[in-house]
């Protein structure tokens, strides 16, 4: 029994760990890492308390740890990597045939800087929903992993040269705009469904089902550029169910 306590809290940790390596691979520029490193986080997230339910080990330590890591993996790494992506954008090439080297005046507060605010509102977010009782089987405001998703979309897009949305992630503009709009969408009030379903029966789950279904053509079709619009659509699916269902 000893030891068995404590599995979920060594699942945790690797989620914290691989989202304290993501963040170290972002400053550095290896995308590819990130990408790999927060998909392990993804699933240990999913799995610590899959498995504490499991083992019947739930513990007060253990719903502290994973909040703890999501604010690094799903809080701290999304503003580190907006940060980047907007000091990207407002870069000053020295001259035409050095593209990538920034010139600042400078300054204790930059553009770039606006992209921690995410972090801010992600943490506030995750205490805010440890002591929310309404939020046990559904989510009011975005889920920080979801957040965390679309900023990861934005780069992989930027990575990848993704088709359709290279120009917006390249925009400054848009990318301090976004970093505002999550971080109103995470504090805010609006129903947002989880996918802890009961059953797969159509009845209770119809907008679920729509919303994965809307998937496949947007990963078919978008390829990397599909992660910022799946969250837009799980967004406007989670609150459309109640008014069409």
């Not at 889920?143 to 990575?159: E, H, N, R, S, W």
């Amino acid at each position: 029994m000893t030891m068995k306590k404590h599995i979920p809290n060594t699942i945790t940790l690797v989620n914290l760990a691989c989202g304290s390596l993501a963040v170290i691979y972002t400053l550095e520029g290896r995308y590819i890492w990130v990408l790999m490193l927060v998909i392990i986080s993804l699933v240990a997230d999913f799995a610590d308390g899959l498995i504490a339910r499991a083992l019947n080990v739930k513990s007060d330590l253990g719903k502290q740890l994973d909040s703890l890591a999501d604010g690094v993996t799903f809080g701290l790494l999304p503003g580190i990597i907006l940060y980047v992506l907007i000091q990207n954008a407002f870069a000053i090439p020295l001259s035409e045939d050095i593209t990538n080297t920034i010139q600042y005046q400078p300054a204790f507060l930059r553009m770039e800087h606006l992209g921690l605010l995410y972090t801010i509102f992600a943490i506030f977010r995750l205490g805010k929903f440890n002591i929310d009782t309404r939020q046990s089987e559904n989510f009011i405001g975005l889920a920080t992993p979801a957040a965390a998703l679309f900023v990861l979309g934005l780069l992989m897009i930027y990575q990848f040269q993704g088709p359709y949305f290279l120009e917006l992630v390249q925009n400054g503009y848009f990318l301090i705009g976004t970093t505002v709009c999550l971080a109103a969408l995470m504090i805010s009030e609006l129903p947002m469904f989880s996918f802890k379903i009961k059953g797969l029966k159509w009845k209770g789950n119809e907008m679920r089902f729509i919303f994965l279904l809307l998937c496949i053509p947007a990963i078919l079709f978008l390829k990397w550029s599909c992660l910022p619009v799946i969250i837009v659509l799980y967004a406007v699916a989670s609150v459309s169910e109640k008014h069409l269902f």
